[in-house]
């Protein structure tokens, strides 16, 4: 069975610091694709970030850095600077490559960034 | 590129009607996946379609039926809504059934049942 847990219903940073929002995972497939999105209160699910299983290197993507450690199945998303519109809900998801078309999320992190 | 597009963006029934949501890809893409969004559940995934031709279900498909009318176009029937259907519907889509494979989304519709 796949799981994906956010522990973190609501986090706050302050303005221009880094914040780390916790996501860890379990699976049986061998291989697996990790991603992040950003769900601001207007409603769109935005796309972040992809980690592949097999990846040697941390994903990272502008502001954005996915702290990867396979051995304790977690998949950290570390915003760096932070920006008043990173406002907004995040949410882990994962998809095995057994289970392909089966996308599981996480319940999501609330994430305010005060000024 | 629009991407996904979803119609409507906000619909109102009343128990026992029936409704269909849009859904559009001009990505090429060929999987496309329906979820539901409740408040503190995160999305859970109704139907989706690996394929133009192929629908298969997801974890809460119960009142719901799909149909994948060609390779952009994915929709979602609502028979006889019920209360419980209250909730926000995305569509998405992937190039294929890759874990490597992103799911982008559409922008969602919003429904609530009286």
């Known amino acids: 069975a796949q799981k994906i847990t956010q522990t973190q219903p609501g986090m706050f940073v302050q303005e221009k610091e880094a914040v780390t929002l916790d996501c860890t995972y379990d699976t049986s497939d061998p291989s697996y694709g990790l991603f992040w999105y950003k769900q601001p209160s207007s409603g769109e699910m935005i796309f972040l970030i992809y980690?592949?299983?097999?990846?040697?290197q941390n994903a990272t993507e502008g502001r954005y850095s996915l702290n990867f450690q396979k051995a304790r199945k977690s998949a950290n998303l570390v915003i760096s600077a932070s920006q008043l519109g990173d406002s907004a809900m995040y949410f882990c998801?994962?998809?095995?490559?057994?289970?392909?078309?089966?996308?599981?999320f996480g319940t999501g992190t609330s994430l305010t960034v005060i000024p | 590129n629009a991407g996904v597009t979803q119609t409507p963006k906000f619909q109102v029934l009343k128990t026992g009607q029936s409704m269909t949501l849009q859904c559009a890809q001009d990505m090429n893409h060929n999987s496309m996946y329906w979820y539901r969004q409740d408040p503190g559940m995160g999305l859970r995934l109704i139907y989706y379609?690996?394929?133009?031709?192929?629908?298969d279900k997801g974890e809460v498909p119960n009142g719901y039926n799909v149909s994948r009318l060609n390779k952009r176009e994915f929709s979602l029937r609502l028979e006889s809504a019920a209360p419980s259907q209250t909730s926000v519907y995305f569509c998405?889509?992937?190039?294929?059934?890759?874990?490597?494979?992103?799911?982008?989304f559409g922008p969602g519709t919003r429904l609530t049942v009286l």
């Open positions: 980690q592949g299983s097999y990846d040697q």
């Open positions: 998405a889509s992937s190039l294929g059934g890759l874990s490597t494979d992103t799911q982008y």
């Open positions: 998801a994962m998809r095995g490559a057994n289970t392909g078309n089966q996308f599981y």
């Open positions: 379609s690996a394929s133009e031709g192929t629908t």
